[in-house]
């Protein structure tokens, strides 16, 4: 895991605003996560209820990925295919988040964050990832 970590923590600078990357299985058990530092004044506004940080939205997102993973099954209902991705917009944060079953990968952000920029790396995520989706499949047979 420690490969997957510094690759994660090689993508939070690579996006602006990007604040922190969550990897879940479907059920929402965290196996991996990567925050950037809270910067000072932001720790500040947050303590007013001026601005709310990224660890806010990361409290919530382990119930969000089983959630997400649902909304996907339903939408595969419909007959339009499968859905490899969302994007929450709340009024503080972004929440990208890919299908890369059975695993989910969460991508927690500012409002700035490049939601585009994220869901352009899909490709080269599924890639990295499919090593150890192969090994959490094996392990849930």
Same mark, same amino acid.
Not at 62 to 78: E, I, N, R, T
Not at 91 to 109: D, K, M, R, Y
């Given at each position: 895991?420690?490969?997957? *970590?510094?690759?994660?923590?090689?993508?939070?600078?690579?996006?602006?605003?990007?604040?922190?990357?969550?990897?879940?299985?479907?059920?929402?058990?965290?196996?991996?996560?990567? @925050? *950037?530092?809270?910067?000072?004044?932001?720790?500040?506004?947050?303590?007013?209820?001026?601005?709310?940080?990224?660890?806010?939205? @990361?409290?919530?997102?382990?119930?969000?990925?089983?959630?997400?993973?649902?909304?996907?099954?339903?939408?595969?209902?419909?007959?339009?295919?499968? @859905?490899?991705?969302?994007?929450?917009?709340?009024?503080?944060?972004?929440?990208?988040?890919?299908?890369?079953?059975?695993?989910?990968?969460?991508?927690?952000?500012?409002?700035?964050?490049?939601?585009?920029?994220?869901?352009?790396?899909?490709?080269?995520?599924?890639?990295?990832?499919?090593?150890?989706?192969?090994?959490?499949?094996?392990?849930?047979?």
């Amino acid at each position: 895991m420690s490969e997957y *970590r510094a690759f994660f923590e090689e993508l939070l600078t690579r996006v602006h605003g990007l604040e922190s990357i969550l990897l879940t299985d479907s059920q929402g058990a965290v196996l991996l996560q990567v @925050t *950037r530092p809270v910067a000072e004044d932001k720790v500040e506004g947050a303590a007013d209820g001026a601005e709310a940080d990224a660890g806010e939205a @990361t409290v919530l997102e382990p119930a969000m990925s089983g959630v997400f993973v649902m909304a996907c099954d339903q939408a595969a209902k419909l007959g339009i295919g499968a @859905t490899s991705s969302m994007i929450s917009y709340y009024e503080n944060n972004v929440i990208v988040q890919l299908n890369v079953a059975p695993l989910v990968l969460s991508f927690i952000g500012s409002h700035q964050v490049n939601a585009g920029a994220v869901l352009a790396m899909a490709p080269e995520l599924y890639a990295g990832l499919e090593p150890l989706c192969r090994v959490v499949m094996d392990f849930e047979e």
